[in-house]
Every structure is written in structure tokens, then in C-alpha cells.
């Protein structure tokens, strides 16, 4: 799963968002470091609904313009869980590792 | 519509038609949310007088090169032409690294004054050409676009200053193919099947000692091998088509060497002018020249009918998804 991808399906947990609401929420939620492109943005909804993770729930019209909502699905919110359990798994092996450097760089002096 | 919007649409044209009925609609509100929201002046006059900005286009780039060069699980059409694109990309920069090498070994043939000389700068940096198509084949897509993007800029600064008389036919003909080798590499996208790395590496010695003994035979030039070669293929796909690794995508394999059997027919003809004053008339050269043209002419339209037939057929049988 790739950074964006998992950034949006994060940012529908807790509810469904249109488009550009999806793109604040991935700005906010990675402190910026995702800046997600309309096109970009579009490739990986595009995939994660043909995947099944993420599913177009309800149509507004704002301001003259349609707003598409997406949900999340169930399908999806296991995926985003296991990655993070993933994710998680692979922070907890690289600070164990550095934390056993850093007591043997210690150790010695 | 605003004209920021009518701009956007615009450029949301390089997307396939299936993927805008779906998409289109959603994207154009994300993006005019994204640079004018409201009714403040200052939006207004983005609304009226912006453009979508160089990160928007490229993304919306970027997605085309996916959707339009597909890959696994894309529309037949689209993954036939992502199949093709990709192969080209790397027949094109499997020529180039071959005969960057054979070019270099050849000048060793030459009167040992010329050989003690240093070796022109633009046949050195035809070599950037061997690390692109290495990396190429081992998914090292920055490193290939860079040195393909020099070695295609090296070609256009050498051919405009060492000599100062501009470009030759068979160079622009060439230079154009280079440029479209450097944009193939968007291709090369996540969604791409990896590239199996074994039959193009041993493909990479075969070529340089066929490109050799064609040009120690004949000296032809750049555009006499590239047409030997692809006639040479050309003629072992047509008789074993149905034998060996690429019955599985017929109709890819066939597309693929017609595109590349136009583009050496092109490169032939437009060298075939410099054939002519170069070597007397009558000679056994220039025959071998013009029989090369009418060989690669005969091989270029087989191949496209093959090719049209297997890609139109009814009992077309191709995943165009198989690995290039």
C-alpha cells in the first residue's frame, strides 16, 4: 500500500469526505508532508473503489458544483488496520535494534 | 464556466474517455474547491485569469501515462498499448547500448593515427545510453530517465556546435526517436508488470555482435543496423510466432516490432540521401543499401498486417499485460 493510499483511507475513518475534504485531511493528518494533487488523488480513489476499500456514498450539490462523498468499507477498514499493525511492527523492530546501539555504544565508555 | 475551469477540462482531455465519464465531474469540483472556493474577489479573479498550476498538470500527467500505458488489470486496449510503449522503450535503448559499445570497438579499425586520437566527446557520451538500459531492466526508472535525457541532450549539443551545420536528416530522425525513448520511461508506472531482466541482458551481447558484423560488413551507419536488426526479428517473429514466448502475447509482440520496423524504415530512408554521395554509384554498397529499404519496407508492412490482425482478429489472444 502506498503512503497516499494509506492517507486516505485514514482520513475516511471516521466519516465520509468529498474529495477536497480528503485533501485537507491527508495535509493534516501528515503534517503537510503528503501534499495529495487532484490527479493524484483521483488515481488512488480510482483504485482503492476497485479494490473494494473505499465506496462512493452520497452526492451533494455546494455552490453549483457536485460533491461526491466516499465512505470507507468494511473491506477497508481491515486493510488500513492490518497495515497499520504493519507499519507498527516494522517502527517497534527499528527502535528495539537502535535502542540495544545506542546502550552498546554506551556500554563500553 | 470559468476559464480556470474550461483550462482544466482542457487538460483533463489527455485522460481516456471510460476513465473521464467516471471521474471527471469530481476531479473538475476537487480542483476548483482546491484554487477558488468562494465568491471572494481574489478567487474571482483566479477563476477567471489562473491556470492550473505545473504540480496539477504533472499529476494529471502522470495519471494519463498510467491509465494510457496500462498495466495489469487495465482495459485490453490501453494494456496492449502500455505493452508496446514499454518494449519500444527498451529495443530502443537496447540499440543504443549496443552499438555505443560496437562504435567505440569499430574505431579500432581505423588508420592507427585516428585510433591514438582521442575519441569525439558525442561517442563517449553515446555511452550514457548502456547505464539507461541497464537500468531500465532492473526497474532503476530516475537513473534511466537521467542518462537517457543527457545522453538525448548530449546528441543535440554535439550535433550543434562540434560540427555547426545544424542537423542531418538521419540526426533529426533519430534525435526524435531519442526524445521519444526519454517520455516512454513514464510507462514504466507502478501498475507496469516488472520487467524480466534475463532475456534483455543476453539480448544486449547478441545485438552488439550482430550490430558489429552488419557494420563491419556493410558499413551502414546507425540507421543500416537499426533496420538489419528489426528486418532480422521481424522475420524470426513471423516464422516462429507460434513457437516460443510470445505466442502468449502475439498481438503485443507484433505491434511492437511493426512500430519499431516503421520507425528503422524511417530512419533507412532518410539516411539513404547520404548513402548516395557517400559511396560511388553502382556500387555494391548502395545496392545493399536500397535492397535493406525494400527488405525493411516488405517486413515493416507484413508485420503491421500481422499486427492488425491479431490486435482486430476475433481469436486475438493477448493478456498485453504479460511482462515486456
Not at chain 1, 493510499?5 to 493528518?29: C, K, Q, S
Not at chain 1, 488512488?44 to 453549483?64: K, Q, Y
Not at chain 2, 558484423?213 to 543496423?225: N, T
Not at chain 2, 493477448?318 to 515486456?324: C, D, E, L, R, W
Amino acid at each position: 500500500m502506498t503512503e497516499q493510499a494509506f492517507f486516505v483511507l485514514t482520513a475516511l475513518v471516521d466519516g465520509p469526505r468529498h474529495g477536497y475534504g480528503i485533501v485537507g485531511e491527508v495535509a493534516e493528518l501528515s503534517d503537510g508532508r503528503v501534499p495529495l494533487k487532484v490527479g493524484t488523488l483521483y488515481g488512488v480513489l480510482d483504485r482503492l473503489v476497485g479494490d473494494g476499500l473505499v465506496a462512493p456514498d452520497r452526492e451533494e450539490v455546494t455552490n453549483g458544483r457536485l460533491r461526491r462523498y466516499f465512505r470507507l468499507t468494511e473491506q477497508g477498514r481491515n486493510r488500513l488496520a492490518l497495515e497499520a499493525q504493519r507499519l507498527q511492527a516494522n517502527a517497534r523492530a527499528a527502535s528495539a535494534r537502535l535502542k540495544a546501539w545506542r546502550a552498546a555504544e554506551a556500554g563500553p565508555a | 464556466m470559468s476559464r480556470i475551469e474550461t483550462r482544466y477540462r482542457r487538460l483533463l482531455r489527455v485522460l481516456p474517455a471510460y476513465y473521464r465519464q467516471q471521474w471527471e465531474e469530481d476531479m473538475v469540483a476537487t480542483f476548483l474547491d482546491s484554487v477558488a472556493p468562494g465568491e471572494r474577489e481574489d478567487e474571482q479573479i483566479v477563476a477567471e485569469y489562473g491556470w492550473p498550476s505545473a504540480a496539477e498538470a504533472r499529476s494529471v500527467l502522470a495519471l494519463a501515462a498510467r491509465l494510457r500505458f496500462g498495466g495489469t488489470g487495465a482495459p485490453r486496449r490501453y494494456a496492449l498499448s502500455g505493452a508496446v510503449v514499454r518494449r519500444f522503450a527498451l529495443a530502443g535503448m537496447l540499440f543504443h547500448a549496443a552499438t555505443a559499445m560496437t562504435t567505440l570497438v569499430l574505431r579500432l579499425a581505423w588508420p592507427p593515427e585516428v585510433v591514438r586520437t582521442a575519441p569525439p566527446v558525442e561517442m563517449v557520451l553515446r555511452f550514457l545510453w548502456l547505464p539507461a538500459f541497464l537500468a531500465l531492466v532492473t526497474g532503476r526508472l530516475r537513473v534511466t530517465a537521467t542518462a537517457a535525457g543527457l545522453a538525448t541532450a548530449a546528441a543535440v549539443v554535439a550535433a550543434l556546435t562540434t560540427t555547426g551545420r545544424g542537423f542531418t536528416a538521419p540526426e533529426l530522425g533519430l534525435l526524435v526517436l531519442d526524445v521519444l525513448l526519454v517520455a516512454a520511461v513514464a510507462a514504466f508506472h507502478r501498475d507496469a508488470p516488472p520487467v524480466r531482466p534475463r532475456p534483455w541482458l543476453i539480448a544486449l551481447p547478441v545485438t552488439a555482435v550482430c550490430a558489429f558484423a552488419v557494420e563491419y560488413a556493410g558499413l551502414l551507419g546507425d540507421a543500416g543496423v537499426a533496420s538489419a536488426l528489426v528486418s532480422a526479428v521481424g522475420v524470426a517473429f513471423l516464422c516462429t510466432r507460434r513457437v516460443f514466448a510470445w505466442r502468449h502475447d502475439q498481438a503485443g509482440w507484433a505491434l511492437t516490432l511493426a512500430v519499431l520496423a516503421l520507425a528503422a524504415l524511417g530512419l533507412r530512408v532518410l539516411a539513404l540521401p547520404q548513402l548516395e554521395t557517400a559511396v560511388p554509384a553502382r556500387s555494391a554498397l548502395l545496392t545493399a543499401g536500397y535492397g535493406e529499404t525494400v527488405v525493411a519496407f516488405v517486413v515493416a508492412v507484413v508485420l503491421a498486417v500481422v499486427a492488425y490482425r491479431s490486435v482486430a482478429g476475433p481469436r486475438a489472444v493477448t493478456s498485453g499485460t504479460s511482462p515486456a
